[in-house]
């Protein structure tokens, strides 16, 4: 099994190969994301019951499992996503509830205060600089309107990230944004109304291949530059020796993600 990580992208170039890891995890996806569910679910809670008439973009949709909860609330839902199997997955879902496209959230293809709300769920830790997604979001939703967004901040998957940092010196688990940064971001996107929620999640395992397993099943493997680190099967089975050090009174490993839930007015 390759290693299964979440990194962001070192450059605009690897957002091809972004698209295709997420594309070959497009069918598994749903089994191994309730971490990503409990987290949109949460994030979705900061949203109107009622969205009948509006225009909502959920950006980076996956499968559609958010976008059909928005469907329900009576929203018109635009499906936007970077893979197209992605998008496939959200299409066999929501059907005709909901409309579909390919495409980059730093280069939205709407136009200037044409959407009502926007929802982004775990997806913009993907872009290098939060500010150009946050702005391209600015440009496109209307006054009074708002962005409902979360993402993963510095100290996630710390166990994971102390657990390889005793194999070798690679980098295997991102550097994700501090609050500091978000905030930083949210400045210089002229975003200065804006609530941030910042919850500490914990999911337990049986092991720490389990995690991994789940990390490779929703396609969050892609590594910036990999070439040298140590990914095969006695790598692996090194992670799961020196991840033991986590093991609780139950006998369960942590995976600790410290997340961002952000609203933002405008």
Known sequence: MEQAVLVAPDSTNNKAAIADAFSRAAKSYDQHAEFQRDVGLRLLAKMPDDLQGKTVL?????????????????????????SPQMLACAEQRCGRGATYLQGDAESLPFDNHSIDYAFSSLALQWCDDLSVPLRELRRVIK??????????????????KQAWSKIDSYQHVNQFSTVNQVKIAL????????????????????????????????????????????????????????????????????????????????
């Open 58 to 82: 959920d950006l980076g949709c996956g499968t559609g499992y958010f976008s059909l909860e928005l469907i329900k609330r009576g929203a018109k839902v635009i499906c936007f996503d970077l």
């Open 143 to 160: 006054p009074q309107g708002a962005i409902f967004l979360s993402t993963l901040l510095d100290g996630s998957l710390i166990e994971l």
């Open 187 to 266: 400045a210089q996107s002229e975003c200065h109304t804006h609530l941030l929620d910042l919850p500490t999640i914990t999911v337990w395992y049986q092991t720490a291949f389990s995690l991994m397993r789940d990390l490779k099943g929703i396609g969050a493997t892609h590594v910036g530059g990999r070439a040298h680190g140590l990914t095969g099967r006695r790598a692996l089975q090194r992670v799961e020796q020196e991840y033991q050090t986590h093991r609780n009174h139950l006998g369960l490993l942590p995976a600790t993600y410290q997340v961002c839930l952000g609203v933002i007015h405008l």
